[in-house]
C-alpha cells in the first residue's frame, strides 16, 4: 500500500535511509526536516504488517518540482515499487500544476537511469563528483510533465 508519509514513519524511513544509502544517508534531523518541510510530498509503501518498504520524496514550489530521494528496501526491488512511488510524486505533482520536475541519478546507476527514462524523463547534464564521498558524478534529469509517460498505461494514455 501507498500512503503519504508522516512524522510517525520518521524512523522506519531513516533505518530504510541509512541501510541503503550507508555513508551517502542524510543525517536523521535532514529526513525529519524533508518529512515536515513546507512544499515537500513524501510517500511509503507499506506491507500488510505496516513494515516501510521503500519511500520517496519530492519538494514541489510553482511550476517545478525535484525529486528529493528515493529507497526501496533490498526484498522488494524489481517488483515495480520504485515505479510505483514515482508515479504516485509525479501524481501529487501534476495536482499541484507542476509542468517540469527534475532529479539527479548516479551515473553509475544504469537500473535507476533506465527507470526514469521509461517514465519520460530526459538527461539535461552531469553535476560532477556530486555523490560523496565516492565523488560520482550525477546525471540531472528533467521531465516535462507534458510527456510524462504512465507506467504500464503509456500507449493506453497516449491513444
Do not use: C
Not at 66 to 84: K, L, N, S, W
Request: aromatic letters at 6%.
Amino acid at each position: 500500500m501507498l500512503r503519504s508519509a508522516t512524522l510517525d514513519d520518521l524512523d522506519a524511513v531513516w533505518s530504510l535511509e541509512t541501510s541503503v544509502f550507508g555513508a551517502e544517508a542524510w543525517s536523521r534531523s535532514m529526513m525529519r526536516e524533508e518529512l515536515v518541510g513546507d512544499h515537500r510530498d513524501y510517500r511509503v509503501l507499506v506491507d500488510a504488517r505496516g513494515r516501510v518498504l521503500g519511500y520517496a520524496g519530492m519538494l514541489a514550489l510553482g511550476a517545478e518540482a525535484d525529486i528529493q530521494t528515493i529507497a526501496v528496501h533490498p526484498d522488494a526491488r524489481g517488483t515495480g515499487q520504485g515505479r510505483r512511488l514515482i508515479d504516485a510524486l509525479l501524481d501529487g505533482a501534476e495536482a499541484r500544476g507542476v509542468n517540469e520536475v527534475f532529479l539527479e541519478v548516479r551515473a553509475d546507476n544504469p537500473v535507476a537511469q533506465k527507470l526514469y527514462e521509461s517514465l519520460g524523463f530526459e538527461g539535461i547534464g552531469t553535476r560532477p563528483r556530486y555523490y560523496q564521498p565516492e565523488g560520482v558524478d550525477a546525471i540531472v534529469m528533467r521531465l516535462a510533465m507534458g510527456g510524462r509517460t504512465r507506467s504500464g498505461r503509456a500507449m493506453e494514455d497516449q491513444a
